[in-house]
């Protein structure tokens, strides 16, 4: 058994059902949890607005407080810190003499460089990582296909796994975390130390998700007492965005596949299949559309490579759009409701990308730019995999 290992907390702020943590606590004496609060971001973009909104960073602040007061209460404690994570959780390793570095494995382009990063400092210190894939329900040795192969189509993927669907099994809760005696903790920070103005939040926030696992758990429950068990249909077929489960599962304050289970279990009486579960096989879709493809996602191109569609980058156009002053008011109202809550339907979501995109012209990017600032729920592979496909370069 390792002595000590540093566990880096990234887009998994629970404790129930994380393999990564699970194993950290079963194969060292000691635990020391941390989650680095990254300045980047919450940078402004090229557009002038920030990659991480005030909204959003609210959440994750309130969902980092929630970890560290749930692993308080198994003993332990979570180290805050602000800073570049691939600098300070390689310092942290060097100091606190550690044996490993466990972490979740991202698939976005920017969090795999900090890996890659963070990988090589640690290797000045003689100090190990290990990543574990966590961020999707079946593990890539499980799909019926390489994910080099992987179908160009949602209704094919889900056909081809249907017969073969292999969900991960749960992970236990840890029962203690035990850290080492001189610790500091560090402070969780407000809007102001990661550089945003508190009035960049609306003055009224309505309906606005608060963050942390407690949360997220609560609102399943209720999703399966008032629809799964009583077999009766969401008012929407997207129901994994609009109950607002994807705000907590976009940090990881639950997992994709205890939703799965929770609602399987529920419904084993049901004749038809709940729709929450389709819409958890088109996030793993995503995911796994961003791990083949990459930075195709994120280009005008889309992972279709679509050199030939040419699109406006009309700022005064896109202006209006995000300012909620076209010609359209079904459209201004969807932008306005984005901007005071964080929030927006899977229906509004489409109606207003498809309007930057058919009615406007403007440059997907940029809207796919906006919403990564302002949603609450939002996860590189969903949001751009969902943009690529209104603006027909994506794998539909």
Not at 20 to 26: E, N, P, R
Not at 104 to 127: C, D, G
Not at 350 to 370: F, P, R
Request: net charge negative; proline share 5%.
């Amino acid at each position: 058994m390792a002595r000590r290992i540093i566990y880096w907390f990234r887009n998994d702020l629970r404790l129930k059902d994380n393999q990564a943590l699970s194993a950290a606590v079963g194969s060292a004496s000691e635990i020391i949890p941390v989650y680095v609060f990254d300045p980047r971001q919450f940078e402004k973009t090229k557009l002038g607005f920030r990659r991480t909104g005030a909204l959003r960073a609210r959440f994750l602040i309130e969902s980092v407080a929630e970890l560290r007061k749930n692993i308080r209460q198994k003993g332990g404690d979570l180290l805050i810190r602000t800073g570049k994570p691939e600098e300070i959780v390689a310092k942290l390793a060097e100091d606190y003499n550690a044996d490993y570095v466990y972490t979740s494995k991202e698939i976005a382009p920017q969090e795999t460089r900090i890996e890659s990063s963070l990988s090589k400092n640690l290797k000045t210190a003689n100090v190990d990582i290990k990543l574990f894939w966590m961020d999707t329900m079946i593990s890539a040795f499980d799909l019926p296909f390489p994910v080099s192969k992987l179908p160009s189509g949602f209704s094919e993927f889900e056909r081809l796994l249907s017969n073969d669907l292999k969900i991960k099994d749960q992970f236990p809760t840890p029962e203690a975390i035990t850290l080492p005696a001189d610790f500091e903790a560090g402070a969780i920070p407000g809007l102001p130390e990661l550089g945003i103005d508190p009035k960049e939040l609306p003055g009224e926030i309505s309906g606005a998700s608060t963050g942390g696992e407690t949360h997220a758990l609560a609102v399943l429950k209720e999703y399966v007492a008032q629809y799964v068990k009583k077999d009766i249909a969401y008012a929407s077929a997207e129901p994994l965005t609009d109950t607002r489960l994807s705000d907590w599962l976009s940090l990881g304050c639950i997992s994709a596949s205890y939703i799965y289970r929770s609602v399987k279990t529920a419904q084993s009486h049901a004749v038809t299949e709940d729709p929450i579960i389709t819409n958890l096989l088109k996030r793993e879709f995503l995911h796994w559309t961003l791990l083949r493809f990459g930075p195709r996602m994120f280009k005008p191109s889309g992972v279709k490579h679509h050199f030939n569609r040419r699109w406006k980058n009309d700022n005064a156009a896109f202006e209006k759009w995000i300012n909620g002053q076209t010609e359209s008011q079904a459209i201004n109202a969807i932008i306005q409701k984005l901007a005071i809550t964080g929030f927006i339907t899977a229906a509004e979501r489409e109606s207003a990308a498809q309007y930057l995109v058919d009615d406007l012209d403007i440059n997907w990017t940029w809207g796919a730019m906006y919403f990564e600032s302002l949603l609450l729920d939002y996860e590189a592979s969903v949001n751009w995999g969902r943009w690529n496909n209104i603006a027909g370069v994506g794998e539909d």
